[in-house]
């Protein structure tokens, strides 16, 4: 059985940082593993992905301010998120789309989500 466990979120003011954490649990092999967030009145949009070969992808609202980085020997990825804005409070998902054994296809996990608030 597949799990992801997320940490990391909280209150931070206007030009702060966090680092979110997103550790998967369970037999698969992953494929690509992504951080996505939804906003109030929002629709849930992509952030940043890595795929197990380390090819990245960020959304243009975050290049130069996220990074996105994996441990594959713990099956973990974080976004390092600095230089926050107000424009970035967000529930935040981590995503991994992977392999299980006994079971045909791409498999689609999604983190609980935690809360990422930037206010002064």
């Known amino acids: 059985q597949v799990q992801l466990v997320e940490s990391g979120g909280g209150l931070v003011q206007p030009g702060g940082s966090l680092r979110l954490s997103c550790a998967a649990s369970g037999s698969f092999t992953i494929d690509s593993m992504g951080w996505y967030r939804q906003a109030p009145g929002k629709q849930r949009e992509l952030v940043a992905a890595v795929t197990s070969g380390g090819s990245t992808n960020y959304a243009d609202s975050v290049k130069g301010r996220f990074t996105i980085s994996r441990d594959n020997a713990e099956k973990t990825v974080y976004l390092h998120m600095n230089s926050l804005k107000p424009e970035d409070t967000a529930v935040y998902y981590c995503?991994?789309?992977?392999?299980?054994?006994?079971?045909?296809?791409?498999?689609?996990?999604w983190g609980q989500g935690t809360q990422v608030t930037v206010s002064s």
């Open positions: 995503n991994v789309n992977g392999r299980s054994p006994g079971v045909i296809g791409v498999e689609y996990y």
